[in-house]
């Protein structure tokens, strides 16, 4: 009777290969495990940098300003940066913080999905408590860069 090794063509493992190949396997499962116990909180899954930010906020996007387009606006040939539709004489538009202009129709569903202004990107505030704890982390860390930009120029001058 051939043994299991020649009947499947093969070479018995060596048993020094077979430890390191049951050690990684121990490893594995141990650290799927430890997993387990980890308390998803306690790790910033939610990468605001690689997602599309949330709606503004409602309040926000009430406050915009409500404008008339003037005549001199108008001859200027100024369009919606969104529907490239230019703006007609005594049309009212809605006016961003960043003072670009927009038809309601067409700025109102954009703020609806995301907090920025089209052309700028300029934020309004939204009602997602992550995403503005994000923003103000955000804010320090280009804070606490540019003072040590400032500390390192300081140095060498």
Known sequence: MASYFDEHNCEPTNPDEQYRQNALLELARSLMQRLDLVDPGTFDLSDWDQRLPPPAAKAAVQKLSVVVISSEQADKGLKCPVCLLEF??????????????????????????????????????????????????????????????????????
Not at 104 to 125: A, F, M, Q, V, Y
Request: net charge negative.
């Open 88 to 157: 007609e004489e005594q049309e009212t538009v809605r006016e961003m913080p960043c003072k670009h202009l927009f038809h309601s129709g067409c700025i109102l569903p954009w703020l609806g999905k995301t907090n920025s202004c089209p052309l700028c990107r300029l934020e309004l505030p939204t009602d997602n408590p992550d995403y503005e704890e994000f923003k103000k982390d955000k804010e320090r860390q280009r804070q606490r860069e540019h003072r040590l930009e400032d500390l390192h120029g300081a140095m060498y001058t």
